[in-house]
């Protein structure tokens, strides 16, 4: 406004946008592009491109829009214009409280107030006709399958799909456990065309392959990962005398089960304070409500879904947003009623399995304490791989990929008493076992895999001496209760079993690393190689015991930095600059470096990483660094470094074909000299 200057688009192509932000050309002034969003509401979008498939010559390719295309956009946009007030869509606001909507992402400061904003004109005409027809079939079970199809074709067909270039397919709004308004979305062919995912068509073959599947169940028998073979699941099984019993209520009040003890138990507790399912779930919500609420007027008869005895933890999620209430109290209560009500319909000798996946010591303690106090003890732990690795609360976060199964059965009586550092011995000795035969024959599974798979297996050792409430395990004549068990107390001078196996960890990872590495780069490597960010409190027990290493002092070196409970890690190419005027001054504004005389620069300040970041950075820049590959190829630890970086990165990883470039340059150096 400042200027009046109106700037095109193409003109922002030209690096005037960028990073959430957007620069006038004309006088300078620069601002953030959520800022207009919330100025202006939802942002202006256009369509640029189309995939497109011709069954006549096999053509499958890109093109872009003709007047056909526009006008036919156009068309549905003005049918829907007439048609909106007798289109029955829903009318719910997008909650302006909670961690998805409000934490996670401001979606009302994006410009998304109600559900039906999260569709563009044609997406909203389409998909209400669509239902509007299947509400015709007059046979209901048909009517219902068919409604599971088409809400699940949703997921696929909103303005918060993206399309994914490299594998030429659209990635669900859920692909990750958040809302994520895209900057540039994708519209999917509803109904479902020869080529595509997520659409209605396809939806629908899968739920006549769960109706067949259904009528004669099998289940898989696996030798190996591929080798395997299908086992009927027939009267042997289930047989056909046993009452069968599908219920939809809250598992905290199972009465209607027939008196009969269950010898099994087989639970899915909800994930502490990572994932608001019941937020997430009014997407689909609101537009089953529109389809279903005449037949089921006490299951969608609330505008949104239920939430005030969800058992979740949110306020460490909150970031001091006083709605998010639900403390760590709060989720442990909850789940230790649903864990008792399941023991009081369990038989004296059954059995109650369920997973969990958390690397946070205080949600294993809210677990297990809720197990325990339920009247349950820990009988074995088993590490399952079952997370994708698009799951929102392990992407980019060197987060957990395994499930820990946790078989428990009734604790019968009081436990003998014993003394915690017995205990401790048995932990360290089980946890010292068990981390050499994971890093042994299980290589490349992430430390934090590591830690949880064995953290489940010591608390067994633990749980053995827990009765309804009360540990019986005791140092200096006082209980230990379970968060002193796993984290400790400096002030009773118990060793917790996080450190314990922290440490045994840690030197595994140690072991993976060149020996004679400076103590910053090792750690560095160790703790945050890879990723954007690592929780503080991991690092503590870390820091801990380390004499050579502070948090500071790797801020100071622009290695970290702190923000929110957090160590956010700083790209390579964020450390440039600081990194070029300690090896002598260099321009650090040339697009084109080379190093005459490089032999004399002081680099001997530097240490292994920073040597390996400054080479990343100067790549990126197109930097000719002959000189100091050179000088450096000459030190073998640090070569070492390059090829076990450049092997340890997730070839997802975008620098991983840059530290394999400079590995197989620090290798072939002698070669290089000679050019």
């Known amino acids: 406004p400042a200027c009046e200057h109106r700037t095109p688009p193409d003109v922002l192509r030209q690096g005037y946008a960028g990073y959430g932000k957007y620069t006038c050309p004309t006088c300078g002034a ?45 068309q549905a946009r003005q049918r829907f214009e007439d048609e909106r007030l007798g289109l029955n869509l829903p009318k719910q ?53 068919l409604l599971l199809a088409w809400s699940a074709a949703s997921e696929f067909y909103n303005v918060f799909v993206r399309y994914n270039v490299q594998a030429r397919k659209v990635e669900s709004l859920f692909a990750s456990h958040a809302f994520i308004p895209k900057v540039t979305f994708s519209e999917n062919n509803l109904w ?47 047989p056909l005398q046993v009452r069968r019993q599908l219920l939809c209520r809250s598992s905290e009040d199972i009465s209607p089960l027939s008196s009969q003890k269950a010898s099994l138990v087989i639970t899915d507790p909800p994930y502490y304070g990572n994932v608001m399912y019941a937020e997430l779930s009014d997407f689909f919500y ?11 007027p ?13 058992v979740v933890e949110t306020v460490t999620r909150g970031h001091g947003a006083d709605f998010l209430t639900k403390d760590e109290d709060f989720f442990t209560a909850g789940l230790t009623r649903v864990f008792a009500e399941a023991a009081d319909h369990m038989a004296n000798d059954g059995v109650l399995v369920f997973t969990f996946h958390h690397q946070a010591n205080e949600a294993w303690a809210s677990v297990l304490r809720t197990a325990l106090d339920a009247g349950f003890v820990i009988k074995a732990v088993y590490p399952v791989h079952a997370e994708m690795l698009a799951s929102l609360h392990i992407y980019d976060k060197a987060n957990i990929s395994y499930d820990a199964l946790i078989v428990c059965r009734k604790q019968v009586g009081e436990p003998e008493a014993v003394n915690w550092r017995d205990v401790a011995d048995r932990v360290y000795l089980r946890a010292e076992r068990l981390v050499k035969e994971l890093e042994g024959e299980a290589r490349g599974l992430l430390a934090e895999d590591i830690y949880v798979i064995a953290i489940g297996k010591c608390l067994e050792a633990y749980s053995r001496h827990y009765y309804r409430g009360r540990s019986y395990v005791y140092w200096q004549d006082q ?55 690592v929780d503080y409190n991991r690092l503590k027990r870390r820091l801990m015991h380390n004499a050579h290493v502070t948090l500071e002092g790797m801020e100071r070196q622009g290695l970290v930095r702190q923000s929110g409970g957090k160590v ?92 394999e470039r400079i590995a197989e340059a620090l290798g072939g150096r002698q070669t290089m000299q000679m050019m």
């Open 30 to 74: 620069s601002h953030a592009i959520l800022d207009a969003a919330k100025e202006q509401g939802q942002l202006p979008y256009r369509m640029y491109g189309l995939e497109a498939y011709c069954p006549h010559c096999a053509f499958k390719g890109y093109k872009k829009p003709d007047a056909d295309d526009l006008a036919l956009y156009e």
């Open 93 to 145: 606001q997008i909650p302006t409280i909670g961690a998805k909507t409000k934490v996670d992402c401001d979606m009302e400061g994006h410009g998304y107030r109600y559900w039906t904003e999260l569709f563009n004109d044609r997406q909203l005409l389409l998909f209400a006709q669509l239902r509007d027809a299947i509400l015709a079939i007059e046979d209901k079970a048909a009517r219902e399958y």
């Open 192 to 238: 479902g065309a020869e080529y595509g995912r997520g659409t209605f068509s396809n939806y629908v073959d899968q739920v006549r392959q769960a109706l067949e599947w259904a009528a004669n169940p099998d289940d898989n028998f696996f030798f190996t990962d591929e080798d395997y073979y299908k086992i009927p699941i027939d009267e042997r099984f289930l």
């Open 286 to 296: 609101v537009w089953l409500r529109t389809a279903l609420v005449r037949d089921y």
């Open 298 to 310: 006490e299951i969608f008869g609330a505008p949104l879904t239920s939430k005030d005895e969800e």
């Open 479 to 533: 209980p230990v209760s379970v968060e002193e068990a796993l984290d400790g107390s400096e002030a009773r001078g118990i060793r917790g079993i996080g450190e314990i196996v922290d440490q045994l960890v840690e030197e595994a990872e140690g072991r993976m690393w060149p020996p004679g590495l400076d103590p910053v780069s090792r750690f560095y490597v160790i703790n945050f190689l890879g990723q954007s960010e």
């Open 568 to 659: 956010k890690v700083v790209p390579e190419t964020e450390r440039a600059d600081v990194l070029l005027e300690r090896i002598g001054g260099l321009d650090a504004d040339a697009t084109q470096l080379s190093f005459p005389g490089i032999e004399a620069a002081p680099t001997e300040d530097l240490t292994a990483i920073d040597k390996l970041h400054l080479l990343v950075a100067l790549d990126h820049r197109g930097a000719l660094t002959g000189g100091l590959i050179a000088r450096w190829g000459e030190d073998r630890i640090f070569v070492e470094l390059a090829r076990r970086v450049a092997r340890y990165l997730d070839p997802k990883d975008k620098t991983r074909n840059v530290y």
